[in-house]
Protein backbone atom coordinates (compact mmCIF):
# COMPACT_ATOMS: atom_id res chain seq x y z
CA UNK A 1 0.00 0.00 0.00
CA UNK A 2 1.32 3.51 -0.06
CA UNK A 3 2.00 4.63 2.98
CA UNK A 4 2.26 8.05 3.88
CA UNK A 5 4.91 9.09 7.26
CA UNK A 6 3.13 10.42 10.69
CA UNK A 7 3.99 14.03 9.83
CA UNK A 8 1.96 13.65 6.42
CA UNK A 9 -0.97 12.49 7.54
CA UNK A 10 -1.68 14.46 10.79
CA UNK A 11 -0.91 17.27 8.68
CA UNK A 12 -3.79 15.72 6.65
CA UNK A 13 -5.98 15.58 9.70
CA UNK A 14 -5.24 19.06 10.67
CA UNK A 15 -6.29 20.51 7.02
CA UNK A 16 -9.69 18.16 7.60
CA UNK A 17 -10.34 19.56 10.95
CA UNK A 18 -10.03 23.41 8.91
CA UNK A 19 -11.76 21.84 6.25
CA UNK A 20 -14.40 21.24 8.51
CA UNK A 21 -14.89 24.24 10.42
CA UNK A 22 -15.69 26.05 7.01
CA UNK A 23 -18.23 23.74 5.60
CA UNK A 24 -21.56 25.26 5.27
CA UNK A 25 -24.19 24.23 8.17
CA UNK A 26 -26.31 22.57 5.11
CA UNK A 27 -23.57 20.24 4.09
CA UNK A 28 -22.70 19.43 8.08
CA UNK A 29 -26.27 18.61 9.10
CA UNK A 30 -26.39 16.70 5.93
CA UNK A 31 -23.30 15.00 6.15
CA UNK A 32 -24.05 14.29 10.07
CA UNK A 33 -27.26 12.91 9.56
CA UNK A 34 -26.06 10.37 7.02
CA UNK A 35 -23.00 9.33 9.51
CA UNK A 36 -25.38 9.02 12.10
CA UNK A 37 -28.13 6.90 10.20
CA UNK A 38 -25.26 4.82 8.47
CA UNK A 39 -23.59 3.87 11.65
CA UNK A 40 -27.10 2.70 13.60
CA UNK A 41 -27.84 0.52 10.73
CA UNK A 42 -24.54 -1.08 11.37
CA UNK A 43 -25.47 -1.17 14.83
CA UNK A 44 -28.79 -2.66 14.28
CA UNK A 45 -27.00 -5.34 11.85
CA UNK A 46 -24.06 -5.73 14.11
CA UNK A 47 -26.62 -6.93 17.45
CA UNK A 48 -28.78 -8.91 14.57
CA UNK A 49 -25.81 -11.10 13.62
CA UNK A 50 -24.93 -11.15 17.27
CA UNK A 51 -28.70 -12.63 18.16
CA UNK A 52 -29.06 -14.84 15.50
CA UNK A 53 -25.36 -16.76 15.80
CA UNK A 54 -25.53 -16.22 19.49
CA UNK A 55 -21.64 -14.86 18.94
CA UNK A 56 -20.92 -11.17 19.92
CA UNK A 57 -17.60 -11.81 18.31
CA UNK A 58 -19.17 -12.32 14.72
CA UNK A 59 -21.45 -8.91 15.33
CA UNK A 60 -18.65 -7.06 16.63
CA UNK A 61 -16.49 -8.67 13.36
CA UNK A 62 -19.24 -6.72 11.22
CA UNK A 63 -20.00 -4.22 12.74
CA UNK A 64 -17.11 -1.94 11.18
CA UNK A 65 -18.78 -2.18 7.85
CA UNK A 66 -20.84 0.78 8.57
CA UNK A 67 -17.89 3.03 10.25
CA UNK A 68 -15.95 2.11 6.49
CA UNK A 69 -18.95 3.11 4.37
CA UNK A 70 -19.37 6.67 6.27
CA UNK A 71 -15.84 7.36 5.73
CA UNK A 72 -15.38 6.61 2.41
CA UNK A 73 -18.61 8.75 1.47
CA UNK A 74 -16.90 11.38 3.76
CA UNK A 75 -20.29 12.18 6.48
CA UNK A 76 -19.20 12.86 9.76
CA UNK A 77 -19.38 11.62 13.08
CA UNK A 78 -19.09 13.51 16.54
CA UNK A 79 -16.26 11.35 17.42
CA UNK A 80 -14.48 11.80 14.55
CA UNK A 81 -14.96 15.92 14.85
CA UNK A 82 -13.96 15.85 18.00
CA UNK A 83 -10.34 14.54 17.13
CA UNK A 84 -9.86 16.16 13.94
CA UNK A 85 -11.46 20.12 13.91
CA UNK A 86 -9.87 21.58 17.08
CA UNK A 87 -6.49 20.71 15.89
CA UNK A 88 -7.05 23.71 13.41
CA UNK A 89 -7.67 25.97 16.28
CA UNK A 90 -4.26 24.33 17.77
CA UNK A 91 -2.25 25.40 15.06
CA UNK A 92 -3.93 28.49 14.61
CA UNK A 93 -5.35 28.08 11.25
CA UNK A 94 -6.55 31.44 9.62
CA UNK A 95 -9.93 32.60 10.76
CA UNK A 96 -10.70 29.50 13.21
CA UNK A 97 -12.29 30.24 16.63
CA UNK A 98 -13.25 28.65 19.38
CA UNK A 99 -17.11 29.72 18.63
CA UNK A 100 -16.52 27.76 14.91
CA UNK A 101 -14.86 24.54 16.66
CA UNK A 102 -18.19 24.76 19.36
CA UNK A 103 -20.60 25.84 15.85
CA UNK A 104 -19.24 22.50 14.21
CA UNK A 105 -19.51 20.07 17.18
CA UNK A 106 -23.29 21.36 17.30
CA UNK A 107 -23.91 20.95 14.25
CA UNK A 108 -22.37 17.26 14.29
CA UNK A 109 -24.27 16.36 16.99
CA UNK A 110 -27.51 17.51 16.01
CA UNK A 111 -27.40 15.87 12.46
CA UNK A 112 -25.84 12.44 14.09
CA UNK A 113 -28.91 12.06 16.50
CA UNK A 114 -31.52 13.33 13.36
CA UNK A 115 -30.25 10.40 11.56
CA UNK A 116 -29.86 7.49 14.11
CA UNK A 117 -33.30 8.51 15.99
CA UNK A 118 -34.91 8.24 12.40
CA UNK A 119 -33.32 4.67 11.60
CA UNK A 120 -34.50 3.84 15.30
CA UNK A 121 -38.52 4.90 14.45
CA UNK A 122 -37.84 2.65 10.71
CA UNK A 123 -36.20 -0.37 12.56
CA UNK A 124 -38.66 -0.35 15.19
CA UNK A 125 -41.54 -0.16 12.43
CA UNK A 126 -40.23 -2.99 10.22
CA UNK A 127 -39.85 -5.04 13.39
CA UNK A 128 -43.18 -4.65 14.59
CA UNK A 129 -45.09 -4.54 11.51
CA UNK A 130 -46.24 -0.69 11.89
CA UNK A 131 -46.29 -1.34 15.85
CA UNK A 132 -49.27 -4.38 15.46
CA UNK A 133 -46.41 -7.12 16.63
CA UNK A 134 -43.96 -7.97 19.30
CA UNK A 135 -40.64 -7.19 17.96
CA UNK A 136 -39.10 -10.33 18.60
CA UNK A 137 -35.36 -11.48 19.84
CA UNK A 138 -33.93 -8.42 19.03
CA UNK A 139 -35.88 -5.61 20.14
CA UNK A 140 -35.88 -7.20 23.64
CA UNK A 141 -31.79 -7.63 23.16
CA UNK A 142 -31.51 -4.12 22.64
CA UNK A 143 -34.47 -3.16 25.50
CA UNK A 144 -32.12 -5.01 27.86
CA UNK A 145 -29.31 -3.40 26.37
CA UNK A 146 -31.19 -0.27 27.31
CA UNK A 147 -31.72 -0.82 31.20
CA UNK A 148 -28.55 -2.14 31.95
CA UNK A 149 -26.65 0.57 30.38
CA UNK A 150 -28.87 3.57 31.76
CA UNK A 151 -30.55 2.50 35.13
CA UNK A 152 -27.19 -0.20 35.32
CA UNK A 153 -25.16 2.83 35.78
CA UNK A 154 -27.40 4.87 37.52
CA UNK A 155 -27.60 2.10 40.51
CA UNK A 156 -23.79 2.47 40.94
CA UNK A 157 -24.26 6.74 41.80
CA UNK A 158 -21.18 8.71 40.56
CA UNK A 159 -18.86 5.13 40.49
CA UNK A 160 -21.28 4.72 37.65
CA UNK A 161 -21.25 7.70 35.60
CA UNK A 162 -17.42 7.81 36.12
CA UNK A 163 -17.44 4.11 34.60
CA UNK A 164 -19.37 5.14 31.86
CA UNK A 165 -17.79 8.20 30.69
CA UNK A 166 -14.10 6.07 30.86
CA UNK A 167 -15.70 3.62 28.48
CA UNK A 168 -16.45 6.79 26.31
CA UNK A 169 -13.20 7.89 26.73
CA UNK A 170 -11.74 3.86 25.79
CA UNK A 171 -14.01 3.84 23.09
CA UNK A 172 -13.00 7.08 20.85
CA UNK A 173 -9.46 6.71 21.79
CA UNK A 174 -9.91 3.34 19.20
CA UNK A 175 -12.34 4.88 17.14
CA UNK A 176 -10.47 7.57 16.64
CA UNK A 177 -7.41 5.99 15.69
CA UNK A 178 -9.47 4.24 12.94
CA UNK A 179 -10.56 7.48 11.51
CA UNK A 180 -6.81 8.42 11.79
CA UNK A 181 -5.16 4.86 10.21
CA UNK A 182 -7.85 5.78 7.17
CA UNK A 183 -5.51 8.71 6.40
CA UNK A 184 -1.92 6.54 6.47
CA UNK A 185 -2.96 5.24 2.96
CA UNK A 186 -4.28 6.13 0.03
CA UNK A 187 -5.64 2.71 -1.12
CA UNK A 188 -9.11 2.26 -0.26
CA UNK A 189 -8.19 -1.38 0.44
CA UNK A 190 -5.61 -0.10 3.20
CA UNK A 191 -7.48 2.31 4.28
CA UNK A 192 -10.72 -0.40 5.68
CA UNK A 193 -7.96 -2.47 7.09
CA UNK A 194 -6.73 0.24 9.26
CA UNK A 195 -9.81 1.32 10.45
CA UNK A 196 -11.52 -1.89 10.66
CA UNK A 197 -8.93 -3.39 13.20
CA UNK A 198 -9.52 -0.64 16.39
CA UNK A 199 -13.76 -0.35 15.64
CA UNK A 200 -14.42 -4.19 15.98
CA UNK A 201 -12.20 -3.63 19.66
CA UNK A 202 -14.60 -0.67 20.85
CA UNK A 203 -17.31 -2.65 19.98
CA UNK A 204 -16.38 -5.93 21.27
CA UNK A 205 -15.25 -4.58 24.58
CA UNK A 206 -18.44 -2.72 24.98
CA UNK A 207 -16.88 1.02 25.35
CA UNK A 208 -19.37 3.75 24.67
CA UNK A 209 -19.96 5.48 21.71
CA UNK A 210 -22.24 8.43 21.68
CA UNK A 211 -23.83 8.23 18.18
CA UNK A 212 -24.48 4.05 18.37
CA UNK A 213 -26.23 5.07 21.41
CA UNK A 214 -28.15 7.65 19.88
CA UNK A 215 -29.74 4.97 18.38
CA UNK A 216 -29.76 2.38 20.67
CA UNK A 217 -31.51 3.51 23.43
CA UNK A 218 -33.98 5.85 21.84
CA UNK A 219 -35.08 2.42 20.38
CA UNK A 220 -34.92 0.30 23.40
CA UNK A 221 -37.38 2.72 24.81
CA UNK A 222 -39.67 2.55 21.62
CA UNK A 223 -39.60 -1.22 22.20
CA UNK A 224 -40.35 -1.15 25.54
CA UNK A 225 -37.03 -0.28 27.54
CA UNK A 226 -37.80 0.75 31.19
CA UNK A 227 -36.02 4.09 31.39
CA UNK A 228 -37.24 7.61 30.80
CA UNK A 229 -35.62 10.19 28.53
CA UNK A 230 -33.82 11.94 30.92
CA UNK A 231 -32.13 9.10 32.69
CA UNK A 232 -30.94 8.27 29.07
CA UNK A 233 -29.33 11.39 28.86
CA UNK A 234 -27.69 11.79 32.34
CA UNK A 235 -26.71 8.16 32.41
CA UNK A 236 -25.55 7.42 29.30
CA UNK A 237 -25.44 10.06 26.54
CA UNK A 238 -23.95 12.81 28.42
CA UNK A 239 -20.67 11.04 30.37
CA UNK A 240 -20.38 9.15 26.90
CA UNK A 241 -19.87 12.53 24.83
CA UNK A 242 -17.77 14.07 27.09
CA UNK A 243 -15.65 10.68 27.52
CA UNK A 244 -15.49 10.85 23.56
CA UNK A 245 -14.07 14.07 23.38
CA UNK A 246 -11.19 13.30 26.09
CA UNK A 247 -10.28 10.28 24.11
CA UNK A 248 -10.66 11.48 20.91
CA UNK A 249 -8.76 14.56 21.23
CA UNK A 250 -6.31 14.41 24.08
CA UNK A 251 -5.35 10.32 23.63
CA UNK A 252 -4.82 10.99 19.63
CA UNK A 253 -5.42 13.92 18.33
CA UNK A 254 -3.08 15.77 20.60
CA UNK A 255 -0.34 13.48 21.17
CA UNK A 256 -0.06 13.34 17.18
CA UNK A 257 0.11 16.78 16.74
CA UNK A 258 2.79 17.39 18.92
CA UNK A 259 4.91 14.70 18.28
CA UNK A 260 4.52 14.84 14.29
CA UNK A 261 3.73 18.20 13.34
CA UNK A 262 5.01 20.54 16.55
CA UNK A 263 8.20 18.54 17.66
CA UNK A 264 11.05 19.49 19.32
CA UNK A 265 14.39 20.06 18.67
CA UNK A 266 16.20 16.59 18.64
CA UNK A 267 18.67 16.47 21.95
CA UNK A 268 22.51 15.95 20.95
CA UNK A 269 23.69 12.98 22.62
CA UNK A 270 27.76 13.58 23.16
Not at 68 to 86: E, N, Q
Not at 156 to 179: A, E, H, K, P, Y
Not at 203 to 226: A, Q, R, Y
Amino acid sequence: MAYLEPSEFVTKMVDAGESKVYMSKKDTLIRAFMAGATLALAAVFAITVAVKTGSPLVGAVLFPVGFIMLYLMKFDLLTGVFTLVPLALIDKRPGVTVNQVLRNWGLVFIGNFAGAITVAFMISFILTYGYNVDGGAIAAKVSAIGESRTLGYKEQGLDGWITIFIRGVLCNWMVSMGVVGAMISTSAGSKMAAMWMPIMLFFFMGFEHSIVNMFLFPFSMIMGGDFTFAEYLLWNEIPTVLGNLVGGFCLVGLPLYYTHVKTSPERNII
